[in-house]
């Protein structure tokens, strides 16, 4: 059987990520999750109702300025207009190639159609622009582990971590990482490391849970999904694993 682990990937939570987990519990299932990676508004005065006429009012007033077209891909890649999100991001790059925001954003587009090898090609790119992204080495992580290119995953994952040592969601990947080979000292020290930086990150606690159910610990494990369901309600993957365990495995 799988499990999921609550993973961040990519751009925004749809309900994919890096991969499955091996496990011997009946009460997971492989969830993906992608990352909300952060990027700098916009702001002007006065009030818009639709941030895409903000975008499209940027790029009419300044058709040379690559940032109005990039502005308006992330709109439009958060509301799922993939196709739509690609070509600003390509507008913005034939202005100014050397935009490794743009080359990250597109290559985030690129992994949520699933086009991994073309997402791996961007994120480089990026780095080879901005070596010291942390975001786009987080990325190209999460792309490789997608991929099941788990050694390589770990190598830019710890970059991201040198670069930024409280980067909650590569702590996050990491040990999620850890996990997939079966290394779970070392992903439960990732998923506490990142609960230090977050205390309230309900899909870590979700994690290091699974973590500890791993190892036998099941009191342990029953605390973390208790937590997570106080912190996060609604989150699916916990409910079904509360359920699962307090309803039929009746382990706890």
């Known amino acids: 059987m799988k499990k999921g682990e609550k993973g961040e990937m990519l751009a925004d939570t749809d309900g994919s990520t890096s991969s499955g987990f091996k496990s011997s519990c009946l009460f997971i299932f492989i969830i993906f999750v992608v990352l909300l990676l952060s990027f700098d508004t916009y702001q002007r005065n006065g009030m818009w109702w639709d941030d895409v006429i903000l975008w499209k009012d940027v790029i009419r007033k300044s058709p040379g300025n690559a940032r109005g077209y990039n502005g308006l891909g992330l709109i439009y890649s958060d509301r799922g207009q993939l196709d739509e999100a690609i070509k ?4 913005a790059l034939t202005l100014q190639f050397n935009y ?5 954003n597109l290559g985030i587009a690129y992994a949520k159609q699933g086009r991994l090898n073309e997402a791996i090609n961007e994120f480089m790119i990026a780095l080879r622009l901005n070596p010291d992204y942390p975001m786009a080495h987080n990325n190209l992580g999460i792309a490789y582990a997608k991929q099941g290119r788990l050694n390589e995953a770990i190598e830019e994952f710890m970059i991201a971590l040198r670069l930024n040592p409280d980067y909650t969601e590569v702590h996050n990947n990491l040990g999620i990482t850890y996990a997939k080979q079966g290394r779970l000292n070392e992903a439960i020290h990732e998923y506490m490391t990142a609960l230090k930086i977050a205390p309230q990150d309900a899909e870590v606690h979700y994690n290091l849970g699974l973590a ?6 099941k009191q342990k494990a029953k605390e973390e999904i208790d937590i997570t369901l106080k912190l996060r309600p609604d989150f699916t993957p916990a409910q079904k694993a509360f359920e699962s365990l307090y309803n039929k495995s009746h382990t706890f």
């Not at 600003?88 to 507008?91: A, F, I, K, Q």
């Not at 490794?100 to 990250?104: E, L, Q, R, S, T």
């Open 88 to 91: 600003e991001y390509l507008s």
């Open 100 to 104: 490794p925001n743009a080359h990250n």
């Open 212 to 217: 500890y159910w791993e190892k036998g610990l």
